[in-house]
T-cell receptor, first 113, second 110 residues
Framework: NAGVTQTPKFQVLKTGQSMTLQCAQDMNHNSMYWYRQDPGMGLRLIYYSASEGTTDKGEVPNGYNVSRLNKREFSLRLESAAPSQTSVYFC????????????FGDGTRLSIL | QKEVEQNSGPLSVPEGAIASLNCTYSDRGSQSFFWYRQYSGKSPELIMSIYSNGDKEDGRFTAQLNKASQYVSLLIRDSQPSDSATYLCAVTFYGQNFVFGPGTRLSVLP
């Protein structure tokens, strides 16, 4: 999706390994979000950042850390991956206009064995 | 806990029929409402937004909002097989606290 780039697109990890999911945007939006999507569960918010230098927990933050490196980049880190973290992870962005929708990246499909 | 509920699927309709997707939300303060379409293995893409009570039409899609009943719906006229996807309802208060429903899977049968 134009404007929001997620890397990697696919990843397989072993239990206990760590990794960082990257999200970068070129739309100069303030707010960035990390969601996970599991079958039948919809999108669940992990963490979000309303502006550079700020981060807040969402609905399911346990086992994750985030870093808003600058206005463009928002990363999600799994310090010690667990099979329960197998999911599809989406990054989303939102501009200042309070009536705007969120726009999503293509997602990262993560499997933890 | 703010909640968004959608009619459970899967919903199957024949090609050319009207598909009706429903969504209810718990937060009376919600101001912006969105419908996303998500194809299997893809990310959600915005198809409709609505902010005021009433109907909003865009091509074959019509969104309907009733804030008093805390209800928003999406009608797809002349449904096509390419409309087969999962439809997500999203609700927010002025850009804060986006809450997504679990989605309704729609199948349009040729």
């Amino acid at each position: 999706n134009a404007g929001v780039t997620q890397t990697p697109k696919f990843q397989v990890l072993k239990t206990g390994q760590s990794m960082t999911l990257q999200c970068a945007q070129d739309m100069n939006h303030n707010s960035m979000y990390w969601y996970r999507q599991d079958p039948g569960m919809g999108l669940r918010l992990i963490y979000y950042s309303a502006s550079e230098g700020t981060t807040d927990k969402g609905e399911v933050p346990n086992g994750y850390n985030v870093s808003r490196l600058n206005k463009r980049e928002f990363s999600l880190r799994l310090e010690s991956a667990a099979p329960s973290q197998t999911s599809v992870y989406f990054c989303a962005i939102l501009g200042l206009d309070r009536y705007q929708p969120q726009h999503f990246g293509d997602g990262t499909r993560l499997s933890i064995l | 806990q703010k909640e968004v509920e959608q009619n459970s699927g899967p919903l199957s309709v024949p090609e050319g029929a009207i598909a009706s997707l429903n969504c209810t939300y718990s937060d009376r303060g919600s101001q912006s409402f969105f419908w996303y379409r998500q194809y299997s293995g893809k990310s959600p893409e915005l198809i409709m937004s609505i902010y005021s009570n009433g109907d909003k039409e865009d091509g074959r899609f019509t969104a309907q909002l009733n804030k008093a009943s805390q209800y928003v719906s999406l009608l797809i006229r002349d449904s096509q097989p390419s409309d087969s996807a999962t439809y997500l309802c999203a609700v927010t208060f002025y850009g804060q606290n986006f809450v997504f429903g679990p989605g309704t899977r729609l199948s349009v049968l040729p």
